[in-house]
């Protein structure tokens, strides 16, 4: 019988999502077995300051990806958000699962909405994606890092440190605890998405010939096409996670719309456009030539200066 080993972060989170990928391909192998090897990310490691002043690409998936390059692992499970443009030659993302809720969503245990917040109310996120669009709406609030797993963030909330947090749907999702948890759903005209949130990222050896197959088993070809779109903007402006960029892409049939975001970190400038086509990657590259041209390059380059002071 079949066994495959599959890498996966230690997070509450990361092992949830690795757990319903190996039991949607059981369901339809029932003879597959797999064992399950943590690993510990850079991301991981560095819970000290924000994400945007660690540096550098793939904070949560390098180790990973190493570990698939050394034949240690055979596949791993990843939040498609933390995975780079690029993938280092000998590895593939192999399958895309159908995606989960791809917006933010607000917490808070005092307060209702983002719009009822009071006047210099804190919130908590170490995104500039996220921070730079709340600030754009609520220029009043004070925005503070918030790091950790999702389990750990939520207790910072509940113990009174901030206002109000923002995190993404979909790790509430899997985790059980939408319901019970979220206070607002952040509308996407005021808080776009970051690449492929809501999505997972399948990764394995690009020779593995029956893994793929397998793997193929669980794949959504729509959602592949619209997440592909969002990278391949991303790629367009060589950002990473850490910078604020935001795209969503939606599909109607063949047709595809992509929205693209790229922002200063005050939220006083916002640069937004939309496009639509029919091939994912064409369309995320004119998307990002579009934001290129109005003034998105000069924005990420003055961001990334200032995270290396």
């Known amino acids: 019988m079949p066994k495959f080993v599959v890498g996966s972060r230690k997070s509450q989170l990361a092992l949830m999502q690795t757990e319903w990928v190996m039991k949607q391909i059981q369901k339809l192998c029932p003879d597959v077995h797999f ?29 990973i990806e190493k570990a698939l390059l050394e034949r240690d692992i055979d596949f791993a499970v990843h939040s498609m958000k933390d995975v780079p443009s690029e993938i280092p030659s000998g590895l593939t993302i192999a399958c895309v699962p159908p995606r989960a809720d791809y917006r933010d969503v607000l917490l808070s245990k005092n307060y209702r909405s983002l719009k009822d917040l009071p006047e210099g109310a804190v919130v908590g996120t170490s995104s500039l994606r996220r921070q730079a669009q709340l600030l754009h709406v609520r220029p009043d609030l004070r925005i503070e890092p918030l790091r950790g797993n999702i389990d750990t963030r939520i207790r910072k909330l509940e113990e009174g440190r901030f206002d109000a ?22 509308h996407v005209d005021d808080v776009l998405p970051a690449v492929g949130q809501g999505a997972l990222a399948i990764e394995c050896r690009s020779d593995d010939e029956a893994l793929l197959e397998l793997l193929a088993l669980i794949h959504d070809e729509a959602t592949a096409r619209v997440v592909y779109a969002e990278r391949a903007f991303l790629g367009e402006l060589e950002g990473s996670c850490q910078v604020p960029i935001a795209a969503l892409g939606e599909s109607d049939g063949d047709r595809l719309t992509l929205t693209g975001l790229v922002a200063t970190p005050d939220g006083k400038v916002i640069i937004k456009d939309r496009l639509s086509g029919n091939d994912p990657v064409e369309l995320g590259v004119k998307l990002g030539q579009a934001l290129k041209q109005q003034g998105a390059d000069d924005i990420l380059q003055d961001v990334k200066v200032r995270l290396t002071k």
Request: hydrophobic share 45%; proline share 0%.
């Open 35 to 63: 064992e399950l090897k943590h690993i510990v990310t850079k991301g991981d490691r560095i819970l000290d300051v924000t994400l945007s002043k660690v540096g550098g690409k793939g904070l949560f998936v390098k180790e």
């Open 165 to 186: 947090i923002v995190l993404a749907a979909a790790g509430l999702e899997r985790m059980g605890w939408k319901e019970e948890k979220v206070t607002e759903y952040l």
